[in-house]
């Protein structure tokens, strides 16, 4: 007899472990990995809210100032009265005001000024100016696939035990600099955190979420097989427990048909005719914005386990996700012309760690002659392909499963790196054959 597999069961009973393990367990430090939207802010609420309860105050390092915020409101909304830190900057406007109105929260750009509270929450580039303090005895570092080994490397001497919490599906930690002169070596400034971490201390327990809460049962499969086959996870709702719909029929055009198709199966892909095009393509950045356009203007609701009653699917749940920031202000701009504001409009590196109803995807690749490393990068096409709770529209040009087979990696081999699995060539074509399914061919 085959058991039914019970999201929330598995959850519970990995976070347990993980929670058992960073306040019981010997190892210096805990790795958890997680797939998109399988709760890491809650786990590290979580975790925080056992260790300050346990008696042992703890520092936090995230790696953007709205993460650092976002934390802070997370942890006073679960327990408004505990001591909570606010480490920022020195600049005119170093944090979200919005915690000016937390009673519990204590503000300040001196470390010293914080000691002795309960939890200390900052970035990793403010840690980093903290000095001649006493270590901290636990921190949680959280995204700590997108902190990069130096910068862990100028924290560490702050804490004796850590919890990292991160997704190895995104994207890599950005550097503005090259680092190929030390690619191989151990101590690569430039690879993630964790990778040089577990490189120097491969007995680290390590943990990982099995359930997204924010794919669905139409997306999960696909992402997990494209981009996590060493990480599988399942989505946390089935099939028929999100619905999304239209209040205006379809006027049978691209838009409208490829949106009838994304609310049926999840997917959908716009495609249009083969051609070489500058990289802010009029045409597909015009495509893009009418699917919004229409996207709203048929009045789109969604039906899902977060309320009884549908919800109508608004501006600021839909996001619109591009590879270049000029792609992401031509399509700004394409949508102001149709009259939309309130959407959501960047690159996969900004649009990390963000959740919407439906997000509509200019394909990276589309209209280019060439696939190189960057547009090939799995970590870009990962975040782009799952942000969304209920659907999501690709529009890509034609051509590129054949750009991609007549242009395989001529990227130098470095002695010594680790080969990044899932491949960029390999996880593209998985998408593509996946998007086929549900393609929509349109000559505007």
Not at 97 to 105: I, R, T, Y
Request: aromatic share 4%.
């Amino acid at each position: 007899m085959t058991v039914a597999f019970d999201p929330g069961a598995a959850a519970a009973r990995a976070t347990a472990a993980i929670l058992d393990d960073t306040l019981h367990g010997g190892s210096r430090g805990v790795v958890v990995d997680s797939p998109p939207g399988a709760g890491k802010s809650t786990l590290v609420v979580r975790a925080a809210l056992e260790l300050a309860a346990a008696g042992h105050p703890l520092m936090v390092i995230a790696q953007t100032n709205a993460q650092v915020d976002d934390l802070v409101v997370r942890l006073a909304e679960k327990e408004p009265e505990l001591p909570v830190g606010r480490l920022h900057s020195s600049d005119s406007d170093p944090y979200d005001k919005v915690l000016d109105g937390l009673a519990n929260v204590t503000k300040s750009a001196k470390a010293a000024d914080l000691a002795g509270l309960d939890v200390v929450i900052s970035t990793a580039a403010k840690w980093a100016h903290v000095k001649n303090v006493e270590p901290w005895g636990h921190a949680i570092v959280d995204e700590a696939y997108q902190m990069r080994s130096d910068a862990l490397l100028a924290v560490a001497g702050l804490f004796r035990r850590a919890l990292f919490v991160g997704d190895p599906g995104q994207l890599d930690p950005f550097s503005i600099v090259g680092a190929d002169q030390w690619a191989g070596l151990s101590y690569d400034p430039s690879a993630s955190a964790v990778s040089t971490l577990l490189a120097h201390n491969p007995e680290l327990p390590q943990h990982r979420l099995p359930v997204s809460w924010r794919l669905p049962a139409s997306a999960a499969p696909l992402v997990s097989d494209a981009f996590y086959p060493y990480t599988p996870f399942r989505s946390g709702t089935d099939h028929g427990d999100r619905k999304l719909s239209f209040g205006v029929a379809s006027d049978g055009s691209g838009p409208d048909r490829v949106l009838d198709e994304a609310a049926e199966s999840g997917w959908g892909l716009l495609e249009l005719p083969a051609r070489h095009t500058p990289r802010t393509d009029p045409e597909a950045v015009r495509a893009v914005a009418l699917v919004v356009r229409r996207l709203l203007d048929r009045g789109g609701v969604a039906t899902s386990e977060r309320a009884d009653d549908p919800v109508p699917v608004t501006a600021d749940r839909v996001a619109v996700g591009t590879a270049h920031r000029d792609q992401a202000a031509a399509v700004r701009a394409a949508l102001a012309e149709l009259g939309v504001t309130g959407v959501a409009v960047d690159t996969a590196n900004r649009l990390q760690g963000r959740e919407f109803d439906v997000t509509v995807v200019l394909h990276p690749l589309s209209g280019r002659p060439d696939a190189t490393a960057f547009h090939l990068e799995t970590g870009r096409l990962c975040v782009l392909a799952s942000r969304h709770r209920h659907a999501c529209v690709v529009v890509c040009r034609e051509g590129v499963a054949d750009l991609l087979d007549e242009h395989p990696s001529t990227e130098p081999v470095q002695l010594g790196v680790t080969v990044k699995f899932p491949d960029g060539w390999e996880a593209n074509h998985a998408v593509l054959a996946h998007l086929a399914e549900h393609r929509v061919r349109w000559r505007p």
